[in-house]
């Protein structure tokens, strides 16, 4: 059964960098069927889709991270990263990664990581 | 961006009602549209896809409809384990977005 586990500092100071990976058990990252995406969740709000990207390397981002965030993927390894730049103490979340469905599951996160989170202070 | 509107924003219902949660979209998203459940403390789960698709494992007391901008999620039978949030999600464009959750307890 597929598992994803986050890794990363829970403190980050603002204006730093926050990098966090994912790993992926029992199963492969190479795979044409799914992306592997990044969402996170503020306290006490909603859930934000960060980005995707699919085991080629290639990547779909939020406009709204858009310049701050980068999606990588290695699939010898089966992690794939995040990586957010100058945060800020909006950026404070719980962050998940998710396996996402291609086509007709309408790009549905259908397993997920028990999430980490992350504060950003100074 | 597709905006998510979700209604209502919490309800409380009995053990055995029947929920209905709506979730409209800002345009036509046709029928490429997720629901979530996220217990407290935990990661959201995902219950339907593509408007009517139950997720294996899911009860068959949960059912999703719509079409185009309006969407349904229905609980019957509601259980104490239904305690939670509910999220739907538009996969028909990036950036992909949720709503803001409905809160559903449990009298």
């Known amino acids: 059964q597929l598992q994803l586990q986050e890794s990363g500092p829970g403190l980050v100071k603002t204006s730093e960098t926050l990098s966090l990976t994912c790993s992926v058990s029992g199963g492969s990252i190479a795979t044409s069927n799914y992306y592997w995406a990044w969402i996170r969740q503020p306290p006490g709000e909603w859930l934000e889709w960060i980005g995707s990207?699919?085991?080629?390397?290639?990547?779909y981002y939020n406009p709204s991270l858009m310049g701050r965030v980068t999606i990588s993927v290695d699939t010898s390894n089966r992690q794939f990263s995040l990586t957010l730049r100058s945060v800020a103490a909006g950026d404070t979340a719980t962050y998940y990664c998710a396996r996402q469905g291609i086509g007709v599951s309408s790009f549905a996160f259908d397993i997920w990581g028990q999430g980490t989170k992350v504060i950003a202070s100074s | 961006d597709i905006e998510m509107t979700q209604s209502p924003s919490s309800l409380s219902a009995s053990v055995g009602d029947r929920v209905t949660i709506t979730c409209r979209a800002s345009?036509?998203?046709?029928?490429?549209l997720n629901w979530y459940q996220q217990r407290p403390g935990k990661a959201p789960k995902l219950l339907i896809y593509t408007t009517s698709s139950l997720q294996n494992g899911v009860p068959s007391r949960f059912s999703g409809g719509g079409s185009g901008t309006d969407f349904t999620l229905t609980i019957t039978d509601l259980r104490p384990e239904d305690l939670g949030t509910y999220y739907c999600?538009?996969?028909?464009?990036?950036?992909?977005?949720f709503g803001r959750g409905t809160k559903v307890e449990i009298k």
């Open positions: 345009q036509n998203i046709h029928t490429n």
């Open positions: 990207v699919f085991y080629t390397g290639t990547t």
């Open positions: 999600q538009q996969g028909h464009s990036n950036p992909r977005t």
